[in-house]
């Protein structure tokens, strides 16, 4: 029997970019001196990336024929603002086109503002650690936001600040790749969030009727054994920390046990957003282990059984759980507020899970609604594949492929699932459910 899940009417069938990852040639950015100090795993460069400086369009196109209507894409702080306080007119007319040819196809845009990378003299006084980095936020965002405002009124202040922290001071991976700097992830973290501040205040100032919102990385921090207490307690101390820290900071001003033991000096911050976003992937298993006090006392493993997109180059990218979206609204939701999915995906260049992880995603969100939540939108991570960060190309994440070489596009077939889904506005189903099970069977 066909089934059907049909979503509200102006649902957001969206997928998600960023600057750095589609645009290519950035030359000011942190990350172009990232990369040519080799620190790309696969020693590959993010070149052309999806050539997104001269051809958005041509792509911009593609989603169109998929029947998306809602498309994210950032603005790179580095190419609008390469020296300080030096405008870019340029750089910001590009940003104009690119956002009118979305609007000219239908397709909403949403604009990030700080999407990991900035500009190459932001970093080296210190990027957030600096005292005056959230005055030089508000500064950049205004001059974005004037000059962009008449063709976007949903804006992101920043993708991430957890993930952003927590490579750039905790694992290396992200410049400036500094390792266990508990004290500068407490001190990055409130500076983004005064940062986040001003930007807001900045935006409604300039855009009354503006929705802005940040958005985090949540990821399920599964206790090993359910039945046991410290496994359950380290797990819980591990999601508060990465998935609730910048929530909290916002609602509460403080960070939550055990990062509030650092003190920062950035003063107390309260601040707020219009919606809520979320950017979900995966889920981590946590087992309590007594010798390792730097990591919390948690041991974070994925099980060889479960589900798992393609493998980093040294690590596994992690179970793919598409259950972590209902997870994390329950537990980012916030009264009044509406609730984008804003990244959902999985490095997948065979298209052996993507299919299956994106119906299922489906179904999520579809319940979230019958629950009562005002989920508005789902992006998919991402169109095409695309500038992996330290991953490099090693990582293939787009509903269509692309091969750096050549700009060759073809499509995977699940961009013809999401195409079906989006114009549908909903699943509608033929065949026999896509089980846990028949994906063991194909990998
Ligand atoms: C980031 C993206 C990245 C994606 C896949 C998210 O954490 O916002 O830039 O490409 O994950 O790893």
Redesign the pocket.
């Known amino acids: 029997m066909p089934s059907a899940l049909i979503f509200p009417q102006g649902f957001l069938w969206g997928i998600s970019t960023?600057g750095y990852?589609f645009e290519g040639q950035n030359s000011h950015s942190q990350w172009t001196d990232w990369e040519e100090m080799g620190r790309i795993k696969t020693g590959e460069r993010s070149g052309l990336a999806c050539n997104w400086w001269e051809h958005a369009e041509k792509d911009f196109d593609l989603a169109r024929q998929l029947g998306v209507n809602a498309l994210r894409l950032s603005v790179e702080w580095s190419r609008v603002e390469p020296e300080p306080g030096k405008w870019n007119e340029e750089a910001i007319h590009r940003y104009r086109s690119m956002l009118m040819a979305l609007r000219q196809r239908g397709i909403l845009p949403m604009v990030c503002l700080h999407?990991?990378t900035h500009p190459r003299w932001f970093e080296e006084q210190g990027a957030f650690l600096a005292p005056n980095a959230d005055a030089l936020f508000e500064r950049f965002s205004r001059y974005v936001v004037s000059s962009l405002g008449d063709l976007c009124d949903h804006w992101v202040t920043f993708?991430?600040p957890n993930?952003y922290c927590a490579l750039a001071y905790v694992f290396g991976e992200h410049p400036p790749g500094k390792r266990g700097e508990i004290r500068s992830v407490v001190q990055a973290l409130t500076r983004i969030a005064h940062a986040h501040q001003r930007a807001y205040e900045v935006i409604h100032s300039l855009q009354p009727t503006a929705q802005v919102g940040w958005t985090t990385?949540y990821l399920v921090f599964q206790p090993a054994d359910e039945n046991s207490r410290l496994d359950r307690m380290i797990a819980a101390l591990h999601h508060n920390c990465f998935n609730m820290s910048f929530a909290r900071l916002l609602s509460h001003g403080s960070l939550p046990f055990p990062l509030n033991l650092w003190r920062s000096r950035n003063g107390k911050v309260q601040s707020c957003c219009d919606f809520v976003g979320v950017?979900v992937?995966s889920r981590v298993h946590v087992k309590f282990h007594l010798g390792l006090a730097s990591q919390l006392f948690g041991h974070l493993y994925i099980p060889d059984h479960v589900v798992q997109g393609d493998p980093g180059v040294q690590t596994p990218f992690g179970e793919i759980h598409p259950q972590a979206i209902t997870a994390a609204v329950e537990s980012l939701h916030q009264p009044g507020k509406p609730i984008y999915i804003l990244?959902n995906?999985v490095?997948d260049r065979d298209d052996r899970i993507r299919p299956w992880l994106i119906k299922n995603a489906v179904r999520e969100v579809h319940q979230l609604i019958q629950r009562g939540f005002d989920v508005r939108g789902y992006f998919h991570?991402?169109l095409l594949d695309?500038f992996?960060?330290s991953e490099g190309w090693n990582?293939r994440?787009g509903l269509v492929s692309l091969d750096p070489e050549t700009q060759e596009r073809q499509l995977r077939p699940s961009a013809q699932l999401y195409s079906a889904i989006a114009r549908a506005n909903g699943l509608v189903e033929e065949e026999e459910e896509s089980t846990l099970s028949s994906i063991h069977a194909e990998s």
Request: charged fraction near 15%; charge should be negative.
């Open positions: 960023s990852q999407h990991f993708n991430e993930v990385n950017n992937y990244e995906g490095p991570w991402s695309n992996e960060w990582l994440f």
